[in-house]
């Protein structure tokens, strides 16, 4: 893989990422085909069905079949179909090189469509289009940006007399507070293996790249590594955060769907993950309040950084059955309409500036951070396979049911991201 740069999330983004991009859901649809017929496969479970309803609305005749799920299924699934010849014409791709389901690694063998001559691809911000492409070459259609938190339920927050927290010391302190009223700080859905890194992710922001904004660099370049680096401290808080009862308990054993249930209802105070879960909390508590905040991991409040970035986007088949049609269907959900519609059921930002998009007032800390250039990157969008994730999340799991160390974990990681592409 080439050594590129990411740029760092710009005011004019203010209209993501394990991946995570990573939101999840369950089957809505069949597959079908026709001429006007459109197969698509989603992990944008709770804000695709708008888009979906807009798009048919829009183009009298026309049938979308499609299904969504979570992104363990749908990564496990896309590549097995891709190779088959039997996946949709249009489906979910994360930006850059983190997953399986990554731009780079279904590009790379010719199962993505270029779209670099469809009329959005040249107004992508750079720190959007250096993830959408892969050798300079737009490959995916990134519709929004997210970030990474604590969405916190304002309602569970007030009857437990108790206000987010923005220090390290603080937090600690906010969740042996929780745990003391019975009410646990955060909801975690470990058994979903994506969801264990969310946490890490939002903690080595700051811990990492607050002392060192080039850090990624200086892993490609093969002057760093995760185990001889702040990865292991915020790797440590992660797990300082767990003995401390900042969670509920058994995360193991609770999934993605159960934690948000936890969450929305006010039996947690609140839940670390990425912003599409405000959609989805709102979906189980439609009188709820839920706000993305910034999860400290230092005592200076002015040393915070958020996780930001591109989220996961669309993708057209190379060998599309109804490749007229998928075109279509892409260049509606880069249309001011498709965004924003995105957005909103998303909680999310546009990607592209200009779209009339007034930011929903849970996001405003996020939309803050990404105006006052505090954010980085999702970790894994450049690293250089797929394989540094998957060993991370299996790693993390492993931690969480005393069968691994954190040395171990950032040891094999550091050895998978040695092998390159």
Do not use: H
């Amino acid at each position: 893989m080439k050594t590129r740069k990411l740029p760092v999330l710009i005011a004019a983004l203010t209209a993501g990422a394990v991946l995570a991009a990573c939101s999840g859901g369950t089957k809505a649809g069949g597959s079908g085909g026709g001429s006007n017929t459109l197969t698509l496969a989603s992990i944008d479970q709770g804000s695709v069905e708008d888009v979906v309803k807009a798009f048919e609305k829009a183009n009298p005749g026309v049938k979308v079949r499609y299904t969504t799920s979570g992104a363990d299924q749908y990564q496990q699934q896309i590549r097995t179909q891709l190779s088959s010849g039997t996946a949709p014409d249009v489906m979910s791709v994360w930006p850059g090189n983190g997953n399986p389901g990554a731009t780079y690694v279904l590009a790379k063998p010719g199962y993505l469509r270029d779209l670099s001559d469809q009329p959005w691809a040249a107004k992508m911000p750079d720190a959007i289009k250096t993830v959408a492409q892969y050798e300079r070459k737009t490959y995916n259609a990134i519709f929004g940006q997210n970030g990474i938190g604590a969405v916190y339920n304002q309602q569970a927050l007030a009857k437990a007399g108790l206000t987010p927290p923005d220090t390290w010391t603080d937090l600690l302190a906010f969740c042996k507070a929780a745990k003391a009223k019975g009410t646990p700080a955060f909801a975690l859905g470990n058994q979903d293996n994506w969801v264990t890194q969310l946490v890490l992710y939002a903690l080595v922001a700051t811990t990492v790249y607050g002392e060192d904004r080039d850090f990624d660099q200086k892993m490609q370049a093969g002057q760093a590594t995760f185990a001889q680096s702040q990865w292991a401290t915020a790797l440590d808080k992660y797990l300082t955060m767990e003995k401390s009862g900042c969670f509920q308990k058994n995360p193991l054993g609770t999934n993605y769907e159960a934690s948000q249930a936890l969450a929305a209802t006010g039996k947690t105070l609140g839940i670390i993950q990425g912003n599409w879960v405000i959609a989805l909390l709102k979906g189980k508590n439609p009188q709820g309040t839920f706000t993305l905040r910034a999860l400290p991991a230092t005592d200076d409040p002015s040393e915070t950084l958020i996780p930001a970035a591109a989220g996961a986007g669309y993708g057209v088949n190379a060998k599309a059955k109804n490749e007229e049609l998928a075109l279509k269907f892409v260049n509606f959900v880069m249309s001011p309409e498709g965004m924003n519609l995105f957005a909103k059921k998303q909680g999310s930002l546009p990607s592209l500036p200009d779209t009339g998009y007034s930011v929903d007032p849970s996001l405003v800390e996020l939309s803050k951070f990404i105006g006052s250039d505090r954010t980085v990157p999702f970790m894994d969008q450049l690293w250089p396979n797929a394989k540094v994730q998957q060993t991370m999340l299996s790693g993390l799991q492993e931690i969480f049911s005393g069968q691994s160390t954190p040395e171990k974990l950032l040891d094999e990681m550091d050895t998978d991201y040695k092998a390159g592409s």
